[in-house]
């Protein structure tokens, strides 16, 4: 029996994969990494240093003079960008539409993926993203690729919006959703795509509860 495994959870944008990883990780006392909170710390900084987010070279560069850390806190993370807290910084309309033209930089994604595979070195990881299971970890004993239609995750990420207070419109949250798988499904580097022995959940129509349960049980069978 194997005490620790490394569990990879990859879908497009609101499939639910960082609340889910997150009770998972939680569940298992497992470390959990949300890579997708780098790629948008990166284009955080090159925002607010009017960078040039489609010139690889200049990403590439911002990113090799940049630290980002994710810490642990007690039901998630926190997002250090060089030891300044940019948490809810990272989530905000700006950069979650720029963030994927910053993540096709094949130099960028290189970078990232060492430091992820640095970070998931110890066993006993919960890893979410886009390209985990496929290039990350491909080793990983467990993987899991949450679906859910455009309609529900926008509807999610609506009421996410309505929740905090800020304002939402949700043909233009189907937009954008659309847009980011596009553009991360169709990049040459390490796009979004299931990897060939990843248990596919479509999410469309289950309880964040009933999601997680049923990556404890694939995680329990993988244990047995
Ligand atoms: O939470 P949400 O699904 O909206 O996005 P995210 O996981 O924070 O990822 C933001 C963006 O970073 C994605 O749309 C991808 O462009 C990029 N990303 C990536 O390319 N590879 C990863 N492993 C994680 C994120
Ligand atoms: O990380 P990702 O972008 O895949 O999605 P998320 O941020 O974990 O989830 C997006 C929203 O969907 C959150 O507000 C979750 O609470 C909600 N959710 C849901 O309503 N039902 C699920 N089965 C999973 C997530």
Redesign the pocket.
């Given at each position: 029996m194997q005490d620790t495994i490394a569990i990879a959870i990859d879908?497009?944008?609101?499939?639910?994969?960082?609340?889910?990883?997150k009770i998972v990780a939680k569940e298992l006392s497992y470390v959990y990494i949300?890579t997708?909170a780098m790629y948008r710390a990166l284009t955080l900084k090159a925002l607010r240093n009017g960078a040039r987010l489609n010139v690889e070279e200049d990403m590439h560069q911002l990113l090799m003079t940049t630290t980002i850390d994710l810490q642990q806190t007690g039901d998630g993370q926190r997002v250090l960008l060089d030891t300044e807290d940019v948490s809810l910084d990272v989530r905000s309309q700006e950069v979650t539409t720029q963030v994927s033209y910053v993540a096709v930089h094949g130099k960028v994604r290189e970078e990232m993926v060492n430091r992820q595979r640095q970070l998931a070195e110890k066993k006993g990881v919960v890893m979410?993203g886009r390209d985990i299971g496929t290039h990350v970890i491909p080793d990983a004993e467990v993987k899991v690729f949450?679906i859910?239609s455009v309609s529900e995750?926008a509807e999610?990420?609506h009421?996410?919006n309505m929740e905090k207070g800020f304002p939402s419109d949700m043909e233009q949250l189907k937009e954008e959703i659309r847009m980011r798988d596009k553009i991360d499904s169709e990049r040459e580097v390490s796009p979004l795509v299931k990897a060939d022995d990843a248990i596919e959940v479509d999410?469309t129509s289950?309880?964040?509860d009933?999601?997680a349960n049923r990556i404890l049980s694939i995680v329990q069978d993988q244990l047995k």
């Open positions: 879908g497009p944008a609101a499939a639910g994969k960082s609340t889910v990883a949300d997708g979410d949450l859910a995750r999610r990420r009421k996410e999410t289950l309880t964040i009933e999601v």
